[in-house]
């Protein structure tokens, strides 16, 4: 497992796997980068340092239908989140949808360009400002083939806002460090078809590791528990 390495100070942008540039909170998700299927660990970890949300709390999300064109599309799509958080089985933290008009720690938006194809956007566990922490479900998402496994691509996602990075971090991408064992399965890796995403019982096993440890310091990287922020969404 890779964890996150992360710095409220610093916005300074990176290339993504998409090869996309996005901001040291955010991470966009499209194609894998060549040789990603040799990675095995889950990862934490960014910019110098790995944050998680508190222990045992509730990350409440606002889905915001509104910016669906097709009420029954949003409809399908917020049931497919609501799936795709059963996946990690309330591990580290629990996943709850906010109702209209309350406040939540993150938003759920559709928006049609992300910029090189990808499937969707989101952050790592954060207090910065509130449009910080934006799940963004985009246009090929919602495509065939992609549509079918859509709760898989946002498992995956929702493994970012956990705090956790690509399996192949350490190779691709900047600041990471290994948690747990040997994963090539895992739902954080970059997978050449979609259904093989999915979250593995050894994803659940390092995620609980990693929000149960009191350790205060991992590889020389300080941990910081962070209690979610929470924020009325429009």
Same mark, same amino acid.
């Given at each position: ?20 540039? $996005? ?26 340092? #790995? ?11 606002? !889905? ?19 799936? $795709? $958080?059963?996946?990690?089985? @309330?591990?580290?933290?629990? !996943? ?5 008009? +309350?406040?939540? /720690?993150?938003?759920?938006?559709? &928006?049609? *360009?992300?910029? #090189? ?8 566990? @954060? ?9 963004? #479900? ?9 549509? =079918? ?5 946002? $498992?995956?996602? &929702?493994? +970012? ?6 399996? !192949? ?15 090539? *399965?895992?739902?954080? @890796?970059?997978?050449?078809? &979609? ?5 593995? =019982?050894? *994803?659940?096993? *390092? ?8 350790? /205060?310091?991992?590889?020389? &990287?300080?941990?910081? /528990?962070? +209690? ?7």
């Amino acid at each position: 497992m890779d964890v996150t390495r992360y710095t409220r100070t610093r916005t300074e942008s990176r290339s993504a796997t998409t090869g996309l540039q $996005a901001s040291s909170w955010c991470h966009q998700c499209g194609s894998p980068p060549p040789g990603s299927q040799n990675s095995t660990h889950l990862r934490v970890g960014i910019d110098s340092s #790995i944050p998680r949300w508190v222990p045992g709390s509730t990350v409440r999300y606002v !889905f915001c239908a509104k910016t669906f064109s097709d009420p029954n599309l949003a409809a399908f799509v917020s049931a497919k989140l609501f799936k $795709a $958080a059963l996946m990690w089985k @309330n591990k580290g933290v629990t !996943f709850e949808h906010a109702r209209p008009g +309350h406040e939540a /720690t993150f938003k759920v938006v559709y &928006l049609e *360009d992300g910029g #090189i194809n990808p499937l969707a956007s989101s952050f790592f566990p @954060n207090r910065g400002p509130a449009e910080a922490r934006t799940l963004c #479900i985009y246009q090929a998402a919602l495509a065939q083939p992609h549509i =079918k496994y859509l709760a898989n691509v946002l $498992a995956h996602e &929702l493994g +970012h806002i956990l705090g956790l990075r690509h399996e !192949f971090a350490g190779l691709f991408e900047a600041d990471s460090v290994r948690w747990g064992r040997s994963n090539r *399965d895992s739902v954080m @890796n970059y997978h050449a078809k &979609l259904r093989r995403y999915r979250v593995q =019982k050894q *994803d659940l096993v *390092d995620l609980e590791s990693f929000y149960s440890s009191t350790k /205060t310091k991992h590889r020389g &990287l300080p941990i910081y /528990t962070l +209690h979610p922020p929470t924020y009325l969404y429009d």
